[in-house]
């Protein structure tokens, strides 16, 4: 689980190997529209709480490489097929997932 707001690493490539350059431009890219996304995404969740966002998810709505956008969103913590964020305190947020407030009617 990774803490709000996320912060993506980059390809800091700077040899002269074009192919590489290239291959680095188009990462960085790609990870900062990631890491845009991701954020303004986790911006609407209220406060005390943790979800996941799946890469295949995150590829389709910003129309890019599921290949390229799974390293991207892998980088970031580890998660095989996305990444669980958290936003706020974990210790309020497990109890209001483990206690949800009832609905009064």
């Known amino acids: ?3 709000y707001p996320i912060r993506v690493a980059h390809d800091y ?3 002269r190997d ?7 431009t188009e990462f960085n890219r790609v990870a900062a529209r990631v890491e845009t996304h991701i954020n ?9 709480t943790f ?4 890469s ?17 969103v ?10 669980t964020i958290l936003k706020g305190d974990y210790e309020r947020a497990m109890e209001k997932r483990l206690n ?3 609905p009064t009617a």
């Open 18 to 24: 074009l192919r590489r350059v290239r291959k680095a």
């Open 100 to 102: 949800p407030a009832k």
């Open 51 to 54: 979800d996941s966002l799946s």
């Open 56 to 72: 295949g998810m995150i590829a389709l709505d910003l129309g890019e490489d599921d290949k390229l956008v799974h390293e991207i």
């Open 74 to 83: 892998f980088s970031i913590d580890c998660g095989h097929n996305g990444v």
């Open 40 to 48: 303004s995404a986790v911006a609407d969740w209220p406060d005390d």
């Open 13 to 15: 490539y700077r040899g």
């Open 1 to 3: 689980m990774v803490k």
